[in-house]
């Protein structure tokens, strides 16, 4: 069954230093989303991606953050500046075609940022 | 904007036992709902979603969900719960159109005991 891949699973970085988090969609997927979890909270929407755009953006998603989809295949987070709050697993997810028609979302398997 | 809550954080049941996870959410029009676990060191998985009609939803392993509109509910149940369901159960929903960012619940800690 087709999965969605993240890399690195885990990420230490310095306070201030840029981070990019990798995602592979499903291949045939045309909408992508980033989450955040901080530990012991609930997973929390930051922004999702359709036609090489963002469709829709949460008030965490500041000026910090960028995605990106670079070739056909990646689907990028970008943090400029981390910060300790940055701390927090965040998951990657896609789902398939849009037209009016509803896909569930498929989860990747999570990147663990740590910044120090 | 909408909001989910889950009443219990942490659940523990003897195997056997039937469960409900309760979940409630806030939004004035047309939403999807949907209930995700995740066992222990495994990434969210799909375990039912509700989108229209049949209000009472399956899923897989056994769970299934009822969708009651007038007290904006979509509660998660199983029958007879194994030592397998330990894991996190998160509810979410997003408005009518599908392919929004979901809104997720704080989970609810599920611990089977055998």
């Known amino acids: 069954e087709p999965e969605v891949t993240q890399t690195p699973s885990h990420q230490v970085t310095q306070m201030g230093q840029e981070v990019i988090l990798r995602c592979v969609p499903i291949?045939?997927?045309?909408?992508f989303y980033w989450y955040r979890q901080i530990l012991g909270q609930k997973v929390e929407f930051l922004v999702s991606?359709?036609?090489?755009?963002?469709?829709?953006k949460s008030e965490i998603f500041d000026d910090q953050f960028s995605v990106e989809r670079p070739d056909g295949s990646n689907f990028t987070l970008k943090i400029r500046s981390t910060k300790l709050e940055d701390s927090a697993m965040y998951f990657c997810?896609?789902?398939?075609?849009?037209?009016?028609?509803?896909?569930?979302?498929?989860f990747g398997p999570g990147t663990r940022l740590t910044v120090t | 904007a909408q909001s989910v809550s889950q009443h219990n954080h942490h659940v523990i049941l003897s195997e056997a036992a039937s469960l409900e996870l309760g979940c409630n959410y806030s939004?004035?029009?047309?939403?999807?709902l949907f209930w995700y676990v995740q066992y222990p060191g495994q990434h969210l998985q799909l375990l039912l979603k509700?989108?229209?009609?049949?209000?009472l939803v399956k899923g897989i392993k056994g769970f299934e969900a009822e969708f009651i509109k007038s007290k904006f509910s979509f509660n998660l149940r199983k029958p007879s719960v194994q030592w397998s369901d330990t894991a996190e159960y998160f509810c979410?929903?997003?408005?009518?159109?599908?392919?929004?960012?979901?809104?997720f619940g704080k989970g609810t800690h599920l611990i089977i005991q055998p």
């Open positions: 997810a896609s789902t398939g075609q849009g037209g009016g028609k509803i896909y569930e979302q498929y």
């Open positions: 291949s045939n997927h045309l909408y």
């Open positions: 991606f359709y036609n090489n755009e963002i469709s829709e």
């Open positions: 939004y004035g029009g047309t939403v999807n």
């Open positions: 509700y989108f229209s009609g049949d209000p």
């Open positions: 979410a929903v997003n408005p009518g159109g599908g392919a929004d960012g979901l809104t």
